[in-house]
Structures are given as C-alpha cells and as structure tokens.
C-alpha cells in the first residue's frame, strides 16, 4: 500500500513538471519522421505499420487491424536536454493483456543512440509514467554528455507494441534544442514477417522485442510485419511486402501456422515466388523454435516439427525451382532455452535476448554470401542491346538464376534490367 | 516385462477416467506448503508471516506478507492433465510494471525423480474470472522413471497477490500425492524489497528466489516486501526465528537507499540478531544498481551510496569478528541494460541474472563455511578461516603502529600454500609445519608492530565511507571549531598532530594545528569537535595508540565496542563527540555515524610541514624570522654582490651539435614547422630573432610545464642572475611566472625559487637567485607567460635574448677593504646561526630579537661607515648643544657694537652686503638701514615685473670679515605695508653660497600694527658662517604669494654678532659660563671628527668630560 502511494506521488509530480518548464514537440503535426515505416510516403505521418492503399490487396481485416498497431515504430531526435517527457494517445485502453505488461503493451520506451549507430544506452522512466490520457512517461536527471561527450544527444523512442497511438508529443526541459531526425531516402530497412513473437510479445517493453534488440544490434530500420495470432502466409501480404526493397526479408511465422501445417509449403513457396518476382533480395525462412516444455509435451513439440519440416520443403522446392538468395534458420539455430518463454509461445526478454542473438549471426551470414541484388525495372530493352550473354549473370522474371547457355524465348533480367530474348 | 505391463496398466486407468471428471486436491494440508516459515503456527492459511508478527513488523510489512510470494506445494501425480483453480483476495490485474502471470498467476515445474526441474507451458490456458482463476496443463506425457514412480511437480503460487483457497485437480483414477515439507528442512531464507517479492519477472518461477531455489535444490522461504525493506528491529526479530534456516540473505538497499543513515546501524544490529539465534552463514546484498547509469547517472548514485553504506556495515562485522557473514556487490550481480523493465525492476533477464549471482556466491558460501568451529575440517582448516579473521584486525604498512607489510605478505603465501593443501587433500607431516610457520608468523605480527617516531601526523580514514568519497583516503582538517574531512591528495592542510617522545617513556600527541587550520576544499561535511581533543594529551606506547582506533557516536549511544583501541579513551571518555546535527543536509534522516578507522599517517609533504611549523609559531619566532629575513639582505648588502657583466655563462648554442649548445627545452617547436626559432637566437644579441616551444598540439603536447634548460657546463655557479630578453615578435609568450630548479645530474632536480609576475618589459634583469649550494645545470619551467596559450601541461613559451650571469662580491664590497664591517657581518653571520636554532626550538624572546636586531643594525652602520665612536660623538654633540643652550638661553642682546652689516650700496654689488633673489625693481637695500622705517625693501610683489622665485623670498647678508657663529637680527616693520611683515623664516648658513645649512625656523615673529622694530632670538649657528640666509616662508598675510613664497616688505633690517645676555638663566652661577664656553669651544672639533668619521676614544672622552663638567654645574 505505501508503495502505491509513492508511485501516485512520483506520477502526480511528473505531470506537474509536464505542465512546468517544458518545451513540447507535437510529432503528430509533421516536421518528425517514423522509422520502422515500410510506406513512410504513403502512411500519412502516421503510426501505422501499413497505408490505406494497401488495405484492398490485404482483404483480411484481422490483419489490417493489427497493422494499425504501432510495434516497431520509432521517431528519433536529437535534443540537448536533461529532462524528456513523453505524452501520448493510444488508441485503446491500456488494459493488459494477461501475459504482457503495461509497458510491452502500452508504453513506449527511450534509447540514446551514438551517432555512429553502434552504441545505444537505455533510460529508464524510473516509475515515473502514467497510462492515463494521455499516457506519460518521463525521463530525467539525463547527461547526455556521457553519450559520447556532446551536450547534444540522439534519441529513439520506441511506440508501444500492442497498441496504436493517435497523438505523440515530447517535451524537453525549456532552452533545450530539439530536432527530429529524417529518415535517410536511401535507407534499405530489414522486413521481418511473423507472429506474436516478432511483435514483441512477450517482452516487458517495447525496447525488448527481438526486432527491435536487433534493429539497434545493426543500426538498422526493421519494418515490423509482426501480427500476433495473425501471420498465416496470406497471399495479400507478400503482394504487399514485395513492393519493399529490404536488405532482407525474414519470414518467421511458423509458431502461427502450426496449426495448419498442410498450408505451409504450398504458401511459403507462393509467397517467395511473389517477392522475388520483383526483386531477388535475400529471403531468410525461419522455424519455429519449438515447444520449451517438449519434454514433457511431446505432442506439443511435434506440431513445431511438422511445420517446420513442412518450412524445409518450401525451401527445397524453391532451391529445386531455381530460387537463389535463399536462406533457412533451424530450431537449433534460434536456441532457445525452456525458461526463455512466458506462456510457451510468447518468449520473454530473456527468450527475446536469445532471438537477437541468433538473428544478428544469421543475418551477418547472409550479408557474406547473398547474391548480387537485381531489382526488377520496368523499362524493356530490345535485345540489340544485350551484350555477350555469355558474361551476364541472368534471371528470369521470377528472380531464378539461369543457367546454361541457351535461353529461350522471353523476358530476362540481365545486368538489372529487362531484356528481349527472341530466337 | 512385468513392469511395464503395470505401468501400462496404470496409464489406461488414469486415461480412462476423464471421462469421469477431476479429484481436487486441496492444498490447505498441513506440512505441504513450502516457502512457508512458521508453518505450525500460521496453521491454514496461505501467508507469509504468522499473527505474531502484526505486533511487530510495520504494517505495510504485515500486509505484504498476506502475499504468496515464493509459496508452493509440490506434488506426484500419474495425470496427462493437471487443473488448477485457486481464488485470489485481490484484484488479478493492478499492476503496470508486471503481467498477470506474475501478480496473480501460478507458475508448474516438474521433474523426474532426482532429476533437475522443468517448466511446464501453460499455453496460455488459464482464466481469471473476478477473484477466481483457473490454470489447465493438458497433454502432459513425461518420459517414464526408471522405477515407474510418478513424476514429482512444482506449483507456485502468485506473487503480488493473495489466496484464500488453492486446489490442484486431476482426472479420476489418476495417482496423486502432496510431497512433505522434510522435518529437518532448512531453507534458505531471503529477506528483501519488491525485487525479491518477486517484481517484474514474467511469472512467479522466473523471480530469483524461485530460480536459486530449483537449481540449489533448496527450500526458499520468500520474505520480499515490495517498497517496504527498511531492516526494521521487527522485522529481523521475525527473521531470528527461522533458527533452522541454512543462509539468511539480506537484499533490502533498493528500498532502504532512501535512508542511507539508517544502513549501517540497521544491518548492524540485525546481523547480531540474527547471529545470537543462529550459526548460518548470512549473506549482505547490495543494490543491483539501475541499468541506465549511462544517461541518468544521478539516479545511481542514490544506489552507490546505499552501497557504500553496506559495506561500510560488513567492514565493520568483519573487524568486530562476526563470522560467516559475506557480500554480494553490485559488480558480482552485473545488471545489463536489457535487464529492467523501467528503471527499478528486474526483467526476465535481470531475475536471471541475479539468480546467477546468487548461485555462484551460495555454492561458495557452501564450500567455504566460515564458523569459529570449522565443521568437520581438518585442524589447519580452521586454523586458516581463524588466522584470515584475525587478519582482518591488523593495519598493514607503514605508518606507526601499522605491521610491516613484509609480515602480510608473508602470511598471505603461507594461507594460499595450506589453503592448497587442503584443497588437494595433500595435508599430512607437511601441514604440521605450515601450522607452525602460520602460528608464528601471527605472533610476529601481534607484536610487531611499527615503532613510533617523533614527528608530525595526520589522522587519517582507512575507510571510505563518506558519503561521495569512495575509494581513497581522507583526512581531517578543522575548520572554525568544527573537524571536516577532504581527500589527502587534495588538502593544503591538514588537521595534523605533533607527537614527541615524553623522558618517562610515554608519548605526547599535542594538537598542533588550531583553527587557522582552514580548508576551504573539504566537502562540507562538518562535525562538532571537544575543544579538550586530544590536547597534550600524553599516551602509552603500546597500548594506548594504535594503527587503528575509533571514533563512536555518544550522540546516539552506540556502543563502545569492547578491545578496540582508541586514542587517550582509558576512562571511557568520548574521543570525539560528534553532533549529528549538521552532518548532512542531504540525508535528514540520518541521526547514526557509526564507526570509523583511523590511523596515523606521517606528513612528508614539505609544503604542509612548512605550513604546519608556521602556524605553530610563536608571534616572537615569526618575528625573529623576520629579521633573520632583514639580517639576510644586510649581509647581501655587506658583500654587495652583482653580476659581472664580463663573466657571460652561456656562451654555446648551437642548434646542429648538442655538444656545443648548453641550451635545452623539453619542448622546442620542431624546426621547419609552422613557427620555429633556434637557441642560437638566443645569443644573437637581436630580439627580433627568437626561440620559441610548442605552441601548435600538431606537434605534441607536452606532459611538463615547457622549460629551458642551460647546462653551466665547467661553471656552476651557487647565485646568479639571469638576464631575459622579449620577444619582439612573440610578445605575449613572455616569461611570467617561472619555477627554478637546479640539478648536478641532469636527473635529480630540487626546486630552487617560484618567480612570479615577472615583469613584461623588454628586457630586465631577474633578481639574484641563490641556490644554496653550487649546481651545473639550471631548469626554467614556465607556469604562465603573458598569453597563457596552454599546450600540454603548461603555456608556450617565446624568448628574445637569454643571458646568465653568476654573482659575485662587487670588488669595492665594504667588507673587502672595510675591517670594521668585515666584523660586524661576521658577527651577526654567528648570531644568525643561533637565531635559527631559536626559531627551530619555537623560543624567541623580545629581548633576543632586540639584541639580534642591534646586531644586524651595526652592520648597516658599518657598512654606512659609521664607528661607534662616531656615533657617540654624534649623540655626545647633540647634547652639548641642548646643555649648552641651557646654560645661555637663545635670548641675546642686539649690541650697536656688533653690527655686522654696514655696506648697502644698491648701485654697487660690492659694497652690498645684501641680496635677495627676488627684488622687486628699484628697491632699494640701502633702505634697510638709512634708520627710516618709511622707506623700505619690498621683494617681488606683482610676478609681471620681474621673474617668479622657484621657492621662498628670502634675505641674505654677507658677513664678509665678520663671520658669525651666533647672530641676532633687528627688524623694522614698515608701516605702509601692514601685511608683509615677516612670520615664520628659515634661517641657513653657508661659508660659501653655495652649499647652505639649515640652522633653524623662526615662527611667530611679531607682525601687528603695534610693532616698530623687534630683535629675534639668538641663532646659535654652532660655527662661523660668512653667509646668513633668511627664507621667508609665512608673511603677515601670505598674500599674494608670488613663485614658491609670499612677498615680503622690510623697513630696516640689521644683523649683531650675539652676545649672551646678561640675564641667561645659568651664566650667574659660578663657573657656568667658562664651561659652557670650554664645551662650545670644543665642539667644532666634534663636529668635524664626527663628519670625517675620524674620531677616536679620546676625542669621545674630551667632549663627554665637557659635558659632564657643564651638566654638573648646571644640574646644581
């Protein structure tokens, strides 16, 4: 009881230094940039994972709503303050759910970011934080000289990871400077696909979600297409995604589709095709990592190994069709351990550190032995323009390598673009 | 065969009977519940503490406890299924910083028999319906037992909440048995704040103390009170009766880092508590700390200081020889970033790695018990776990009182050897000797011990408990009447005492520095001192000082702790009564000090010694040192020493060979870079041309301070004076303030002289800098020059022009060719000498310093070639002449017969006897005496008529044949000009108009209406003058003044050769008059043996015989 009378007292008096003294930076107003946006041209400023546009080649409303929440998405700025605060609109009740805290579902939560990209410093809001409307969360007795010495220091700011927010506005300490960072044109993010997992449940905060442990691992903008209880390899969604020119995609929905193993092959396969037939990108497919009570769950474990046996296959065939710049992460990859889950299926921060971890080696793997990137362009060249095939590495609009050294009749990718074969 | 038929068997009977329906199995059963102390006397219901302790725990302790933190029952069952419901007393869902599965949920493990634990998903399979929840664990298949025994299960109960009812279901037909708390469990009992409760793991198996308790397979009693760990008296008297706990762990800073005053004292008394009860290791913890130090290190802090607070606490467990208590730090739990939710709690990730520090630190407890009777343990392992607490009294070092740390290291080799021994199992004959070796060696050290010495000490903190000064050494200083620590490295002074050796034996420790004593550097903290402190206070060698003794705080009646040393305490009396009352303003709370460690520390610094025997001077020492100071620079005069400009000491520079440059720097600009300069510029005669140091961090920074080296080469010198020359192009990189060091090496420096606000002319010429003793090479390192451009340690520097010269005796030194100042200096050379020793023993009298002072004067009057018959003659002169004067009187008779000027021709300068430097035009001088007071002698009275006068108006009569050594003037006023009369004149003497005398001033001639003529008062001239000289400096009216003086107007003005009147006072008494004569006859002998310094013993003797001869008369 005396506890929660402190923490009224610490929540009453953060919001009274809201009121006082503070400098407010609306991000719902333009002038900001979200990160962590596939679309970001199209989403409006908004804290949405995918635009209105793409909501007809979805036709699945389930998934739609999901993707208006706001996991994964992060504004950055760069401010001199000692004191952030942060006030926010969600866009439902901050009521938990049963296997997720307040602040994994609802809260948003705040790194300092070398300038470099590889070093990153948490701050914690020390119990200073509401969930009332608008949400709070409050930062203070910052040094930002112990970043790397500047009085000025970038911040991210993670949005909550199981609900939406309508409205976000900062507030440093008056006299501060404070200005929000663009998102760089040419920045190719990573697109992760998947379940509940990949989200960010059950990690008690948003900071703790493997994508995003491992967006700061690599300094890089992870476009989150996590859809807890709803990653079931629908067609729509891989039309979606192939519009998106990643450094990789990463296809981690099996604890999802376990259920329905007889699908999996049938629509990784499809799905793949629908990405590379626009780019040949390296596409990552990833187990599930299994039951963590499998030893006395045998049952249960099975179902993870049917469907990831039925995730091999998809990569078989796929290699068998010519697909290249393909990649597969085994259960025994992943390692997770049995206390590394909160409800076995949901992995906690500890399962979550282990995610990243092997994500981070994986992906460094890829980036040592992917293919040369070829992305479909839409001009065709007539032939009279193809050099010595022979020295050309070729694709077929599909994005498999083709060998041999008689091509029959049709449409070619050569040397990135789009050339005439006629015989 | 047989078996597995049976198993079968079983399988199919507990599979058959879902279709019955569940048998629940209430866990409200005696002898079930572990976590759970007091079991017997809690009886039923699902809590922590038993009624007993509502009285004496505070209540938010005694509600927290009604959580279920930690319970849970333990069960076998053959089922596939395993249902739970359960009903909570609160609300499932009130907190932000934790999901429901740890507040509310229950948590299952299972494993084989013997076999580690296992977690068991519950696949999100639970409801929570108001207070009642629900948990099914379906499709459970454990791989068979090797003997077909049931698998054993772990239920935990919900963290943050209660539970009035608990009840574990199975399908009908299925085995099921509650699993026994054992009779002779000992738990482990964990005593903390909301961390140890449990907040914000995931679910009540992944908070630490479920963790530690699966894989150290032990019984954990929870006793975690979320924001309520404040090691209250209650709260350990609760704890003190788990007597059969195996380890208490005390983890309670998070929470009680808000009080940090109550942390030392708290922990104090509850590790007694709980000892006096209980054998079993107890285990201190600090704060884990917050895993955003980086960004918001001020939050932290409020950790490290509760940190440092326990520590504090366990330093002083262990000296008081409380056994088996250890430490957890923070360094040992290592939170990552990743492992909080928010800023105070733990994560998945910070549970476990907690739970891993835990377990590393617990299975060593287990492997190294530390009880006084060392278990089963050979003998010389208990002899190495008593010599290491032993150890632990000792101060090694070497400061008095402290062993040589030859004896630690010593003893250290010979516990790793045993501790080996033991470990390998290897002890045998050999271990008989280690024994021994280790016995001794701890008797050399109770007794050895270093001895003290004479000298000055700080008292120094071996401990590092102050509040923001962790790690290093402290030392007292007063301020005011108050005692306040700083840093040792960082004090100017320092609160020191003298400590001597007293003819009985003992030791006199006498505080020697007073309240002057301030440092304004400390760091507030501010205690109130007894002014009887330790005051000439004399100790027992031996017994009564020590390395180490204690300070208590009386203001809170902490006890005294039995065989500790503390200084002049043989009564009991407080050493140092300290009031709280300012102690900190940052910790109100705080009413305890505790207990601190101290030691004697010498003082080498010699700067604070230096600053330590200043202020122990005596007023009398400081002033003899004053005048050995004005001694010192007579001498200097003495032997007038100065450069000699033909004796240059630098005379090589040359850049290319180090062979023929006696000039060096440690940090000269590297040649062809942005701006150099060669040494040889230097010696150029051309400021224009310039050596020059780094001043570019391109090209280095330096370490030192820049300098300029020169080495002397085959002449040292022991004085000398440098000669600086300006950088005309680099002026603001001029010397200004410069430290001096010497050095016969070239390695070994000894600073010589700081020069400071050296002046920035172009050039000038140092002063003369002794060194004391003969040195080849001299070292400049500049400090500040006029721009101050710092590059590494100190400022660039530029110079013109460089010159040394040594100091000599000047050849015309007086006490060369001078044998009277020859002596004088020696003389007062041998009294300075005893002077030193006067002020090294602190004895200075007035009456040396008088004695001194004289002797210093007769060298600056042997140096002004005085004798001391010189001077006597002259004191003897000036009292012929009062005598004589008193014999006479100054009045005279103007005697028609003495006129002594009859010549005033103002057409002919040759038969004028006057002359005024100021006449006004056509005056005449023949006015003055054609005896008509209507015609007069004006002096310049309107400046357009003739040329100002520099100074005053004057007079002047030429005596001519008839010089005077005494005169007397008439004066006739002239009645035209009522306001020019003399007032006050100033009469000279000269013999040869040119150099002139001062006899005297006359005031308050009369100068009213009333006054015809007047006649002064004789002018005792004491020789014959030809040339009398009369200045006028005041008229009637001084009015107009005109150049220097007023104009004056005379009607006569005559001049008599004095004759002594016949009334004088004294001439009627007999013989008078003939004595007063004698001495006056003598006395322009005197006058000039005293100006020629020539006179002798007789002529001393003569003229103070005339005296006597005349003051006798006179006198009766």
């Given at each position: 009881m005396k506890k929660l009378i402190i923490l009224l007292i610490l929540t009453v008096s953060g919001q009274w230094s809201m009121v006082n003294g503070q400098t407010w930076h609306d991000a719902s107003e333009g002038g900001f940039h979200i990160f962590g946006q596939g679309w970001p041209q199209l989403s409006q400023k908004k804290f949405q994972r995918l635009p209105i546009t793409e909501k007809s080649k979805l036709n699945n409303v389930a998934l739609w709503n999901a993707s208006q929440l706001s996991a994964g998405l992060y504004v950055r700025f760069r401010t001199d303050a000692t004191s952030i605060s942060v006030r926010f609109t969600l866009t439902k009740q901050a009521v938990q759910h049963y296997n997720i805290s307040s602040f994994g579902q609802s809260g948003v939560d705040l790194y300092a970011r070398s300038d470099d990209g590889k070093t990153f410093h948490w701050l914690g809001n020390h119990l200073n934080y509401?969930?009332?409307?608008?949400a709070t969360a409050n930062f203070r007795n910052i040094v930002p000289q112990n970043m790397e010495g500047n009085k000025e220091c970038e911040y991210m700011l993670y949005m909550p990871n199981f609900n939406g927010v309508s409205k976000l506005e900062v507030g440093v300490n008056e006299g501060a400077s404070f200005q929000y960072i663009e998102v760089p044109e040419d920045d190719e993010p990573i697109v992760v696909y998947g379940s509940s997992a990949v989200q960010g449940s059950s990690a008690s905060r948003p900071g703790n979600s493997w994508a995003n442990m491992l967006g700061r691992e690599l300094d890089a903008q992870i476009v989150n297409m996590g859809f807890a209880d709803n990653a079931k390899l629908d067609e729509g969604i891989f039309k979606v995604m192939a519009n998106l020119k990643p450094r990789v995609f990463i296809i981690d929905a099996m604890p999802d589709m376990k259920t329905m193993p007889q699908l999996i092959k049938e629509r990784v396969v499809a799905g793949v095709k629908i990405l590379q037939a626009m780019t040949n990108r390296p596409v990552l497919l990833v187990e599930s990592p299994g039951a963590p009570d499998r030893l006395i769950r045998p049952g249960q474990d099975e179902l993870h190994t049917k469907a990831n046996e039925q995730l091999r296959e998809a990569y078989d065939q796929l290699t068998q069709d010519g697909y290249t710049n393909l990649f597969y992460m085994t259960q025994e990859e992943l390692g997770l351990n049995e206390e590394d889950f909160l409800d076995g299926i949901n992995p906690s921060d500890l399962g979550m550190k282990h995610y990243a971890a092997a994500y981070a080696k994986k992906l460094a793997y890829i980036e040592e032995n992917k293919d040369p990137i070829i992305d479909a362009v839409e001009a065709i060249e007539d032939k009279s323009q193809a050099a010595d095939l022979k020295s050309q590495t070729i694709y077929d609009l599909q994005g498999r390598k083709v060998t041999g050294t008689q091509l029959s009749e049709g449409l070619y990718i050569i040397n990135g673009k789009k050339i005439v074969i006629e015989k | 065969m047989r078996k597995l038929i049976i198993l079968l068997a079983l399988i199919v009977n507990c599979q058959l009977s879902i279709v019955n329906g569940q048998t629940w199995h209430d866990a409200n059963q005696g002898g079930i519940l572990f976590g759970q102390g007091w079991t017997s006397e809690i009886g039923s219901t699902y809590q922590r503490f038993p009624a007993s302790a509502q009285s004496k725990v505070p209540s938010g302790v005694w509600n927290l406890s009604k959580n279920t933190a930690g319970l849970n029952v333990r069960f076998t069952t053959n089922a596939k299924t395993i249902y739970v419901k359960y009903t909570l007393t609160g609300s499932a869902l009130s907190y932000h910083n934790m999901p429901v599965t740890l507040q509310s949920g229950v948590d299952l493990y299972w494993r084989q028999q013997g076999g580690q634990w296992h977690w068991v998903s519950q696949q999100k399979k639970f409801s929570f319906n108001g207070q009642n929840a629900t948990y099914t664990y379906s499709d459970l298949s454990p791989a068979s037992s090797d003997d077909g025994s049931d698998p054993e299960y772990m239920l935990y109960f919900p963290m943050y909440n209660g539970v009035s009812a608990m009840s574990v279901g199975v399908d009908q037909g299925c085995t099921f048995e509650y699993v026994s708390v054992p009779a002779d469990d000992k738990p482990i009992v964990a005593y903390g704040t909301s961390i140890c409760q449990g907040c914000s793991a995931s679910r009540p198996g992944m908070a630490w103390t479920s963790i530690i308790s699966r894989e150290l397979e032990s019984n954990v009693i929870n006793l975690g009170f979320s924001g309520s760990a404040f090691m209250e008296s209650g709260v350990f008297d609760m704890l003190a009766e788990l007597k059969q706990a195996k380890l208490f762990i005390i983890d309670a800073i998070p929470n009680i880092k808000s009080s940090p005053g109550s942390i030392v004292n708290s922990t104090l008394s509850g590790v007694k508590k709980l000892r006096a009860v209980s054998d079993a290791p107890i285990l201190l913890v600090e704060s884990f700390g917050n895993s955003d130090k980086v960004m918001s290190p001020s939050e932290d802090n409020i950790d490290s200081k509760g940190n440092a607070k326990l520590k504090e606490a366990f330093e002083e467990i262990e000296y008081e020889g409380i056994r088996n208590v250890f430490y957890l730090t923070e360094e040992e739990i290592g939170a990552t970033e990743d492992a909080m939710i928010e800023g105070t709690h733990p994560n998945d990730i910070g549970m476990r790695e907690y739970a891993d520090a835990y377990i590393e630190k617990i299975n060593y407890i287990i492997a190294n018990p530390d009880t006084?009777?060392?278990?089963?343990?050979?003998p010389i392992d208990t002899l190495v776990r008593e010599t290491r607490h032993e150890l632990k009294k000792w101060h090694f070092g070497s400061n008095p009182g402290e062993t040589p740390e030859t004896l630690k290291v010593k003893i250290d080799q010979l516990l790793t050897a045993a501790q080996e021994a033991i470990d390998s199992h290897s002890c045998d004959a050999q271990c008989e000797g280690l024994m021994a070796d280790i016995r001794s060696t701890m008797e050399e050290i109770r007794t050895t011990r270093n001895p003290m010495e004479e000298g000055y000490y700080y008292i120094v903190s071996a401990f590092d408990g102050f509040y923001d000064t962790k790690g290093y050494e402290m030392a007292m200083y007063t301020k005011g009447t108050a005692l306040n620590w700083a840093k040792l490295d960082s004090l100017s002074t320092a609160y020191v005492y003298k400590i001597t050796e007293q003819a009985d034996g003992n030791w006199a420790i006498q505080n020697c520095a007073t309240a002057t004593y301030i440092n304004t550097a400390g760091n507030g903290q501010s205690l109130t001192m007894s002014n009887k402190l330790l005051t000439n206070q004399v100790i027992t060698p031996e017994t009564d000082w020590s390395a180490r003794f204690r300070i208590c705080n009386t203001a809170n009646s902490l006890p005294y702790i039995p065989n500790s040393n503390y200084f002049g305490s043989a009564d009991g009396a407080d050493v140092f009564n300290m009031s709280?009352?300012?102690?900190?303003a940052t910790d109100p709370t705080s009413q305890a000090y505790g207990w601190y460690t101290w030691y004697l520390r010498a003082v080498t610094d010699t700067d604070v010694l230096d600053e330590i025997l200043r202020t122990m001077k005596t007023e009398e020492t400081i002033e003899l040192e004053a005048a050995i100071a004005e001694a010192e620079e007579v001498i200097d005069m003495a032997m007038a020493l100065q450069a000699d400009?033909?004796?240059?000491?630098?005379?090589?520079?040359n850049d290319n060979d180090p062979a023929h440059c006696q000039f060096s720097s440690n940090a000269k600009m590297p040649e062809n870079t942005r701006v150099w300069g060669y040494y040889r510029n230097l010696l150029d005669g051309d400021r224009s041309t310039f050596f020059i140091t780094i001043h570019d961090r391109t090209y280095g920074e330096p370490t030192e301070p820049h300098y300029l080296q020169v080495d002397l080469r085959d002449n040292p010198v022991d004085a000398f004076i440098f000669r600086y020359g300006r950088s005309s192009s680099w002026p603001t990189f001029s010397w200004k303030d410069v430290t001096v060091l010497a050095s016969n090496d070239g390695?070994?420096?000894?600073?010589i002289t700081e020069l400071s606000g050296l002046p920035s002319s172009d050039t000038y010429d140092s002063p003369i800098i002794k060194l004391g003793k003969t040195y080849r090479h001299l070292r400049f390192s500049v400090?500040?020059?006029?721009?101050?451009?710092?590059i590494g340690a100190g400022p660039a520097f530029a110079i013109g022009e460089f010159q040394m010269y040594p100091v000599v005796s000047a050849d015309d030194a007086p006490f060369l060719t001078n044998t009277t100042v020859n002596i004088k200096t020696r003389a007062l050379q041998t009294a300075m000498i005893e002077a030193a020793q006067i002020v090294e023993a602190n004895t200075a009298t007035a009456d040396y310093i008088a004695l001194f002072r004289r002797v210093t004067k007769d060298v600056v009057d042997a140096i002004n070639g005085e004798t001391s018959e010189s001077i006597a003659l002259d004191s003897l002169i000036t009292a012929a002449e009062q005598a004589y004067l008193l014999a006479y009187g100054d009045d005279a008779v103007a005697d028609d017969s003495q006129k002594l000027v009859t010549e005033a021709d103002d057409n002919d300068p040759e038969h004028c006897q006057y002359f005024c430097n100021c006449p006004y035009p056509n005056n005449k001088y023949a006015n003055l005496i054609d005896g008509n007071l209507n015609s007069y002698f004006f002096s310049l009275h309107n400046k357009n008529h003739g040329t100002p006068p520099e100074g005053y108006h004057f007079l002047q009569v030429d005596l001519k044949d008839n010089a005077a050594d005494a005169i007397v003037f008439r004066y006739g006023r002239n009645p035209s000009w009522p306001t020019f009369p003399w007032k006050t004149v100033d009469v000279y003497a000269s013999n040869d108009s040119v150099n002139w005398n001062y006899i005297e001033r006359l005031t308050d001639l009369p100068t009213g209406t009333d006054v015809t003529y007047y006649d002064s008062k004789a002018i005792i001239m004491w020789q014959t003058y030809r040339y009398v000289r009369f200045e006028v400096a005041e008229t009637a009216s001084n009015s107009p003044i005109i150049g220097g003086g007023p104009a004056f107007c005379i009607g006569e003005f005559q001049v008599y050769r004095a004759k002594p009147s016949d009334t004088a006072p004294y001439t009627t008494v007999t013989g008078v008059a003939q004595a007063a004569d004698a001495l006056y006859a003598a006395l322009p002998q005197a006058r000039a043996k005293r100006q020629d310094k020539t006179a002798t013993a007789d002529d001393v003797s003569q003229i103070r015989l005339l005296l006597d001869n005349l003051n006798n008369l006179l006198n009766n």
């Open positions: 509401g969930f009332g409307t608008p | 006084a009777n060392g278990g089963e343990g050979l709280t009352s300012s102690y900190s400009e033909n004796t240059k000491l630098i005379t090589e520079a390695e070994q420096w000894t600073e400090n500040a020059t006029e721009g101050n451009l710092k």
